[in-house]
């Protein structure tokens, strides 16, 4: 299981996963530092945009299988993909 069940997102900057929730709101105000910085013309729209949170579930592999001479393809394997808990919430 992920020890990574936080995320911050910045629209200039991207998703990011952290392993607290301390780093993850670091890295969201971090962020939101950098706009200030560069709002002397004005506060850019992207700003809103920032945030920081738990992740409480996640897209895991479920159902892998062989893929077989039957199942005609070039796949070497077959699986699903369910939204599964990340961790345990604290």
């Given at each position: 299981m992920s020890k990574?069940?936080?995320f911050?997102?910045?629209p200039?900057?991207?998703f990011d996963?952290?392993?607290?929730?301390k780093q993850a709101k670091a890295a969201a105000e971090q962020w939101i530092?950098?706009?200030r910085?560069?709002?002397v013309?004005?506060?850019s729209e992207e700003v809103d945009?920032?945030?920081?949170?738990?992740?409480?579930?996640?897209a895991t592999q479920v159902g892998r299988r062989p893929a077989t001479e039957e199942d005609a393809t070039s796949c070497d394997y077959f699986c699903d993909y369910q939204l599964q808990r990340v961790g345990r919430r604290s």
């Open positions: 990574l069940r936080f911050a997102y910045c200039d900057d991207g996963v952290f392993e607290t929730a530092d950098s706009y910085g560069d709002a013309d004005g506060w945009q920032v945030c920081w949170g738990e992740i409480r579930e996640k």
